[in-house]
């Protein structure tokens, strides 16, 4: 089956800029991550989408990030404006709904760096 | 609540001998668990996983853990490193009833020729 697929690859804005990352998950998987791992240390949740409703975003930056997901399939991550602390992998991943036991699978991230 | 914690930020080892990374958890349910690996530039890919079935699990590339309740523990190993091991490793878990996927800060594993 076809991966996670995300883009860009790699970004480079300046800070107060405003940034969007784009994510399509693999067919069928009702779930939905957003994560931001900043260098050196773990991936760090931002959101959580189960279908296109939100199951967590307790973590994400509200006033600067904003996250949809469209008919429960494709989804963008934006910034808007943009820190040079949000220089980081976002890495999107997605998993099968039934079973907790279901691994998820992840894209290659977008790398951004603020200037 | 649940976390992971890795022991280790960092394991030197020479090709040849033998790997260990710990990791510990906290869950207030039965939890899953997983070891996720991630070379340079690359995504993360699934080494193994654990789901209630034998507290023994083998994964890819030779690697296994085992889950030891009574310790809260999921410590990866293999008996003999190869240089294309060295990686970023993460100990991730997920409760039971719950979709979360709550990382470890990681360990980076060298293998030295």
């Known amino acids: 089956e076809a991966g996670v697929a995300q883009s860009p690859r790699y970004k480079i804005i300046e800070k107060r800029q405003s940034v969007a990352f784009w994510c399509n998950p693999i067919s069928g998987h009702a779930t939905l991550y957003w994560y931001q791992q900043i260098l050196g240390q773990g991936p760090k949740l931002l959101i959580q989408?189960?279908?296109?409703?939100?199951?967590?975003d307790s973590q994400l930056p509200k006033d600067r990030f904003s996250a949809e997901r469209l008919k429960g399939v494709d989804s963008t991550l934006k910034i808007q404006p943009a820190k040079l602390e949000d220089s980081a992998v976002y890495l999107c991943?997605?998993?099968?709904?039934?079973?907790?036991?279901?691994?998820?699978?992840f894209g290659q991230g977008t790398r951004l760096t603020v200037v | 609540a649940q976390s992971v914690t890795q022991l280790d930020s960092h394991v030197s080892v020479s090709e040849g001998t033998p790997v260990l990374l710990r990791c510990n958890y906290s869950?207030?349910?039965?939890?899953?668990l997983f070891w996720y690996v991630q070379h340079p530039n690359k995504g993360l890919q699934l080494l193994l996983k654990y789901t209630s079935a034998a507290t023994l699990v083998k994964g890819i590339n030779g690697f296994e853990a085992e889950f030891k309740k009574s310790e809260t523990s999921f410590h990866l190993t293999k008996p003999s490193a190869h240089m294309s091991d060295a990686a970023e490793y993460f100990c991730?878990?997920?409760?039971?009833?719950?979709?979360?996927?709550?990382f470890g800060k990681g360990t980076k594993l060298s293998v030295i020729p």
């Open positions: 991943a997605s998993r099968r709904r039934t079973g907790v036991d279901t691994e998820a699978f």
């Open positions: 991730v878990v997920s409760e039971a009833g719950s979709y979360q996927l709550t």
């Open positions: 869950s207030s349910y039965s939890p899953s």
């Open positions: 989408f189960q279908n296109n409703g939100v199951v967590d």
